[in-house]
């Protein structure tokens, strides 16, 4: 594709602005001048070859522009007869180096916006720029349109048509029957034709070409004709400089369709780039690669980005609110899906102030699916795993972990989300249960369940999920053994293990007194803390002590003491368990140990006390919450319903309808995590 540039023309209306060189060498700022702003559009847009006529003041025009070293190669052609003919006889003159090719055909005095260059020179028809939010003018050129298409181009022309600019694309084709034409009209006898404008030429044969309108809406594409209109150019110009672009990113890893959305949405205005916040990201993804603080350093070093800012929540609300961009740009994958609300949530916002949004086509390509899917395998390796459990705690005030105690659970803490007020929601750990992996092997919660058995269920779990795990670990066992369970574990990626400071036959802590459970002595507990925390090899791995005080009825005191006797002996954590249904007792423990200890994490379990929500544990200084059996409990008697209707029916057709569907249960399992 080439660009011709009519450059032969006097400017003389432009007055003594153009005394002493072209028309087009007018400034429009203090940095660009309106052949420079072409030029460099030009450039941009993948062109590099251009076509200029020249007239009065050539020499002048040519040493500009070989000044302004653009990589273009720039063709001059003089129009010897610039004051006696017009354009038409210009482009007569330059008619061998505009055979072969596409051509962008602009007059010299034009000035237009990026965008609107960018997508004339994409068009894939032949099209000139018109613009349907103008007054007709009533000296400059105007299109007819006729079923869609341009039938005549011209000043005379008021029916039908619209404004129009003297800035075309022009495939090979039409524009080859245009120029036989304009070559017919300058070989002619008759002089006169030579000062016709070229697009008589083009209307006499508009017929054999398909013109499109390209219409421009109300942005910028005016001829400069007077110092008015320079005047007028030049302040839009400046408005047009200082709109603001807003694209909010989660990603960790930039690709070359990120770079591509970054320059298209930088051409539009001073590119801002919202960077999602770490628990933002977390919310609705998975965990970064690189924390916040990395990510904004890397867009900050991006080209064309002007700012970069964070952004807190999924939603977009507080950053339009506080920067009113212009245009929001994102890919047009959130049109459906959980995205959405939040985009419904940013045309509204955009609509207050009259914001646009902007959306580009997503790209799908298979290579970017393949770098999120390196990224969520190496978060599934265990060093990165074991360390992410700290990383989230520091980065969230309370976290929650669901129960699993099998592969398919594990796909379910991993995967269950949930969107809501403009935010998403999704389990940041795992629990594996003692409880609930027992009874999945229908053993009784009595430690009967040996610790390679527990150590396949994690690694059942593992391979399919990228989350971090916390293990009960019951008593621990004999400190002896304690030690080995500590550094199996660690070496395997898990990143907490909680014991409970019983000894001899454990039982599962819900039967509270009613069955007989002895507790260790603080003094015996503490020691194996203290062999657990020497036997660990690395900093990630955190050791929490389960206070069983108050299920055993010895009193908050008791509570109190061994928790900081515990966390004196280097437990990372302590956990403080309840049966009652009332939550008092572990709000008042929560409150006494917070007053003396503000650092050590404190884990709760609330399966009797269920109605406090994570919220208020946040507020009391709770820092993980565990839902330690719900999934067992919702599937087990699921499962006895239908066996039950099966049997009652003598077959399976009446169970269906509490079946999830074949085709769903096949999907459930991913190919990859
Ligand atoms: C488990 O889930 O196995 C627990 C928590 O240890 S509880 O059942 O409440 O004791
Ligand atoms: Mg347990």
């Given at each position: 594709?080439k660009?011709?540039?009519l450059?032969?023309?006097?400017?003389s209306?432009m007055?003594?602005?153009t005394?002493?060189?072209?028309?087009?060498m007018?400034?429009l700022?203090?940095r660009?001048?309106?052949?420079?702003r072409?030029?460099?559009?030009?450039?941009?847009?993948?062109?590099?070859?251009?076509?200029?006529?020249?007239?009065?003041?050539?020499?002048?025009?040519?040493?500009?522009?070989r000044?302004?070293?653009?990589p273009?190669?720039?063709?001059?052609v003089?129009?010897?007869?610039?004051?006696i003919?017009n354009?038409?006889?210009?482009i007569y003159?330059?008619?061998?180096?505009?055979?072969?090719?596409?051509?962008?055909?602009?007059?010299?005095d034009l000035v237009?916006?990026?965008t609107?260059?960018?997508?004339l020179?994409?068009?894939?028809?032949?099209?000139m720029?018109?613009?349907?939010?103008l007054?007709?003018p009533?000296k400059d050129?105007k299109?007819?349109i006729?079923k869609?298409?341009?039938?005549?181009v011209g000043?005379?022309?008021?029916?039908?048509?619209?404004?129009?600019?003297?800035?075309?694309?022009f495939?090979?084709?039409?524009?080859m029957i245009?120029l036989?034409?304009?070559?017919?009209?300058?070989?002619s006898?008759?002089e006169v034709?030579?000062?016709?404008?070229?697009e008589?030429?083009?209307?006499?044969v508009?017929e054999?070409?398909?013109l499109i309108?390209y219409?421009?809406?109300d942005?910028l594409?005016?001829e400069?004709?007077?110092?008015?209109?320079?005047?007028?150019?030049?302040?839009?110009?400046?408005?047009?400089e200082?709109?603001?672009?807003y694209?909010?990113?989660?990603?960790?890893?930039i690709?070359?369709?990120h770079?591509s959305?970054?320059?298209k949405?930088?051409?539009?205005?001073?590119l801002i780039?919202?960077?999602?916040?770490?628990?933002?990201?977390?919310?609705?993804?998975?965990f970064p690669?690189?924390?916040?603080?990395?990510?904004?350093?890397?867009f900050?070093n991006?080209?064309g980005?002007?700012?970069?800012?964070?952004?807190?929540?999924l939603?977009?609300r507080?950053n339009?609110?506080?920067?009113?961009?212009?245009?929001?740009?994102?890919?047009?994958d959130w049109r459906d899906?959980?995205q959405?609300m939040?985009?419904d949530e940013?045309?509204?916002?955009?609509?207050?102030y009259?914001?646009?949004?902007v959306?580009?086509?997503?790209?799908n390509?298979?290579?970017?699916?393949?770098?999120?899917?390196r990224?969520r395998?190496?978060?599934s390796?265990?060093?990165?795993?074991?360390s992410?459990?700290?990383?989230?705690m520091?980065?969230k005030?309370t976290i929650s972990?669901i129960?699993v105690?099998?592969?398919?659970?594990?796909?379910?803490a991993e995967?269950?989300?949930?969107?809501?007020?403009?935010?998403a929601?999704?389990?940041?750990?795992?629990?594996?249960s003692?409880?609930c992996?027992?009874?999945?092997?229908?053993?009784?919660?009595?430690e009967?369940?040996?610790?390679?058995?527990?150590?396949?269920t994690?690694?059942?779990?593992?391979?399919?999920?990228?989350?971090?795990?916390?293990?009960?670990?019951?008593?621990?066992?004999?400190?002896?053994h304690?030690?080995y369970t500590?550094?199996?574990?660690e070496?395997?990626?898990?990143?907490?293990v909680?014991?409970?400071?019983k000894?001899?036959?454990?039982?599962?802590?819900?039967?509270?007194?009613?069955?007989?459970q002895?507790q260790?002595?603080?003094?015996e507990?503490?020691?194996?803390?203290?062999?657990?925390?020497?036997a660990?090899?690395?900093?990630?791995?955190?050791?929490?002590?389960?206070?069983e005080?108050?299920?055993l009825e010895?009193?908050?005191?008791?509570?109190?003491e061994?928790?900081?006797?515990?966390?004196?002996a280097?437990?990372?954590a302590v956990?403080?368990?309840?049966?009652?249904s009332?939550?008092?007792?572990?709000f008042?423990?929560?409150?006494?140990?917070r007053?003396?200890?503000?650092a050590?994490?404190?884990v709760?379990?609330?399966?009797?006390f269920?109605t406090?929500?994570?919220e208020?544990?946040?507020?009391?200084?709770?820092?993980?919450v565990i839902?330690?059996n719900?999934?067992t409990?919702t599937?087990?008697?699921a499962?006895q319903n239908?066996?039950?209707m099966i049997?009652?029916?003598?077959?399976a057709k009446?169970?269906?309808?509490i079946?999830?569907?074949?085709?769903?249960?096949?999907?459930?399992?991913?190919?990859?995590?």
């Amino acid at each position: 594709m080439k660009a011709l540039i009519l450059n032969s023309g006097l400017g003389s209306r432009m007055g003594a602005l153009t005394s002493e060189h072209p028309k087009c060498m007018t400034e429009l700022n203090n940095r660009e001048t309106i052949l420079s702003r072409q030029l460099s559009l030009i450039s941009d847009s993948g062109i590099n070859e251009v076509i200029m006529t020249t007239g009065a003041f050539d020499t002048v025009l040519e040493n500009y522009c070989r000044n302004l070293n653009f990589p273009l190669k720039i063709t001059f052609v003089k129009n010897e007869l610039y004051n006696i003919t017009n354009y038409i006889y210009s482009i007569y003159c330059a008619e061998k180096y505009l055979m072969d090719d596409d051509i962008i055909l602009m007059h010299g005095d034009l000035v237009f916006e990026n965008t609107v260059f960018e997508e004339l020179v994409n068009a894939d028809c032949s099209c000139m720029a018109v613009s349907s939010s103008l007054d007709l003018p009533e000296k400059d050129f105007k299109a007819v349109i006729e079923k869609d298409k341009i039938s005549r181009v011209g000043i005379e022309f008021f029916n039908n048509a619209v404004s129009a600019q003297p800035l075309y694309k022009f495939l090979k084709d039409d524009w080859m029957i245009w120029l036989d034409n304009i070559v017919k009209y300058c070989e002619s006898k008759d002089e006169v034709k030579r000062k016709y404008y070229a697009e008589n030429a083009l209307n006499e044969v508009t017929e054999k070409i398909t013109l499109i309108p390209y219409d421009v809406g109300d942005r910028l594409c005016s001829e400069i004709d007077t110092p008015e209109d320079l005047a007028i150019v030049s302040d839009k110009l400046k408005k047009i400089e200082n709109r603001t672009v807003y694209m909010c990113f989660s990603t960790d890893v930039i690709h070359s369709a990120h770079i591509s959305i970054i320059k298209k949405a930088a051409k539009l205005g001073k590119l801002i780039v919202g960077v999602l916040s770490d628990e933002a990201v977390v919310s609705y993804k998975r965990f970064p690669l690189l924390p916040f603080e990395e990510r904004k350093v890397m867009f900050e070093n991006i080209n064309g980005v002007y700012k970069v800012v964070e952004q807190k929540e999924l939603s977009y609300r507080a950053n339009l609110e506080k920067y009113k961009p212009d245009f929001v740009v994102h890919g047009d994958d959130w049109r459906d899906g959980f995205q959405k609300m939040i985009r419904d949530e940013v045309k509204s916002v955009l609509a207050v102030y009259g914001g646009t949004l902007v959306e580009y086509p997503y790209s799908n390509d298979l290579k970017y699916k393949e770098l999120e899917n390196r990224a969520r395998a190496e978060l599934s390796m265990p060093d990165l795993r074991r360390s992410r459990l700290k990383k989230t705690m520091l980065m969230k005030e309370t976290i929650s972990a669901i129960e699993v105690h099998s592969g398919l659970t594990g796909l379910i803490a991993e995967n269950t989300m949930v969107y809501q007020n403009g935010g998403a929601r999704q389990f940041d750990a795992m629990w594996l249960s003692s409880l609930c992996d027992s009874t999945a092997k229908g053993k009784p919660d009595i430690e009967l369940v040996d610790m390679s058995s527990r150590f396949r269920t994690i690694d059942d779990i593992m391979e399919v999920t990228t989350k971090p795990i916390i293990f009960d670990g019951d008593t621990g066992g004999l400190t002896e053994h304690f030690v080995y369970t500590v550094k199996t574990l660690e070496r395997m990626g898990v990143s907490m293990v909680i014991i409970e400071d019983k000894k001899g036959l454990k039982k599962n802590s819900l039967f509270g007194t009613e069955v007989q459970q002895t507790q260790a002595s603080v003094s015996e507990f503490c020691e194996k803390i203290k062999a657990g925390k020497k036997a660990q090899k690395t900093n990630d791995f955190m050791i929490c002590a389960r206070i069983e005080s108050l299920i055993l009825e010895k009193g908050m005191g008791d509570a109190l003491e061994r928790a900081f006797a515990y966390t004196q002996a280097g437990a990372d954590a302590v956990m403080i368990h309840s049966r009652k249904s009332d939550p008092s007792e572990i709000f008042e423990f929560v409150e006494k140990f917070r007053k003396e200890e503000s650092a050590t994490p404190i884990v709760v379990v609330p399966t009797s006390f269920n109605t406090v929500t994570e919220e208020e544990f946040r507020e009391r200084g709770v820092n993980v919450v565990i839902y330690a059996n719900q999934l067992t409990r919702t599937g087990f008697p699921a499962m006895q319903n239908a066996a039950k209707m099966i049997l009652e029916h003598h077959r399976a057709k009446e169970c269906d309808e509490i079946c999830m569907p074949f085709k769903d249960i096949i999907r459930l399992i991913p190919e990859e995590i």
